[in-house]
Nanobody, 122 residues
């Protein structure tokens, strides 16, 4: 089954940091845009950040700009999300998926993984 595998979530105090990983299972990331999304309990899933595998252009939601950094490692075929200065409102299940463009609607993304839980709490 083609999908992403996310890891790196956990419990962290406000102001702390986590690095999430997103690795594809069964395919390579060439020509894709890879997006990180999150869904908090009772809320709709929202886009957090996106990166083009070829070229590395990135984009961020306003709520995470200056705190989160998306990156890629070609040798490991993996996308990362470095999250700093975490806030309680960042608590959510974080997932990644692929599309042809970072501007695609969420329903165009595919290869969704199970996600990884991030909890920011003191």
């Amino acid at each position: 089954q083609l999908q992403f595998v996310e890891s790196g979530g956990g419990l962290v105090q406000p102001g702390g940091s986590l690095r999430l990983s997103c690795a594809p299972s069964g395919f390579i990331l060439d020509y894709y845009a890879i997006g990180w999304f999150r869904q908090a309990p009772g809320k709709e899933r929202e886009g957090v950040s996106c990166i083009y595998w070829s070229g590395g252009s990135t984009s961020y939601a306003d709520s995470v700009k200056g705190r989160f950094t998306i990156s890629r490692d070609g040798a490991k075929n993996t996308v990362y999300l470095q999250m700093n200065s975490l806030k309680p409102e960042d608590t959510a299940v974080y997932s990644c998926a692929a599309a042809r463009s970072c501007r695609d609607y969420q329903n165009s993304y595919r290869y969704w993984g199970q996600g990884t839980q991030v909890t920011v709490s003191s």
